[in-house]
T-cell receptor, first 119, second 114 residues
Framework: GAVVSQHPSRVICKSGTSVKIECRSL??????MFWYRQFPKQSLMLMAT?????????EQGVEKDKFLINHASLTLSTLTVTSAHPEDSSFYIC???????????????FGPGTRLLVL | KNQVEQSPQSLIILEGKNCTLQ??????????LRWYKQDTGRGPVSLTI?????NTKSNGRYTATLDADTKQSSLHITASQLSDSASYIC?????????????FGTGTQLKVEL
């Protein structure tokens, strides 16, 4: 199947600093990538949809100035958590769509996730 | 109310036993329903994907079923192994003419013990 990678896998930072997380599609091109965050024992929550060459679409309640998304190429999207605070500590996961035989068979492949801890 | 409900919330079984996880959804219409396995601290990995017109799909020891009339899906795991311990997530894609925003279930935490 398609491979999506994330870097770093985990990061610890001080409060007030910015952290950049990279999401790459390794063997396919992704015009659209998605960013999720997941708290312990909870389901994934969509934060934003990242579109190559255009602005990201943020979900309600997600601060676009806090979570900067850049999708500069068909294989790379980045999420920057600006001025991180302890409440931003979470598991961040990206994903990308791979088209199947029909539009109904589209599958989303997820990256391995990035564990962010803000002290 | 969540549009995708899963049961049980958690489950413990002995190695080698079979188990069935349930998913009830209200998302309609929908393009496809998928089951993912998520190991602790990892991203979800796709197990099966079924379009609205399919009613069963197998992937090794995993067999998913779909009843679009009752809006229910199940994931059956045969001859469980310790490595099956994970969270299993039912995900439905609403049909929005090409939209791909997913609706996630609450997940079932499975633990396989010796």
């Amino acid at each position: 199947g398609a491979v999506v990678s994330q870097h770093p896998s985990r990061v610890i930072c001080k409060s007030g600093t910015s952290v950049k997380i990279e999401c790459r599609s390794l063997d396919f091109q992704a015009t659209t990538m998605f960013w999720y965050r997941q708290f312990p024992k909870q389901s994934l929550m969509l934060m934003a949809t990242s579109n190559e060459g255009s602005k990201a679409t943020y979900e309600q309640g997600v601060e676009k100035d806090k979570f900067l998304i850049n999708h500069a190429s068909l294989t790379l999207s980045t999420l920057t958590v600006t001025s991180a605070h302890p409440e931003d500590s979470s598991f961040y996961i990206c994903s990308a769509n791979v088209q199947g035989g029909t539009m109904y068979q589209e599958t989303q492949y997820f990256g391995p996730g990035t564990r962010l801890l803000v002290l | 109310k969540n549009q995708v409900e899963q049961s049980p919330q958690s489950l413990i079984i002995l190695e080698g036993k079979n188990c069935t996880l349930q998913c009830n959804y209200t998302v309609s219409p929908f393009s496809n329903l998928r089951w993912y396995k998520q190991d602790t601290g990892r991203g979800p990995v796709s197990l099966t994907i079924m379009t609205f017109s399919e009613n069963t799909k197998s992937n090794g020891r995993y067999t998913a079923t779909l009843d679009a009339d009752t809006k229910q899906s199940s994931l059956h795991i045969t001859a469980s192994q310790l490595s099956d311990s994970a969270s299993y997530i039912c995900v439905v894609t609403p049909f929005t003419g090409g939209g791909n925003k997913l609706t996630f279930g609450t997940g079932t935490q499975l633990k396989v013990e010796l």
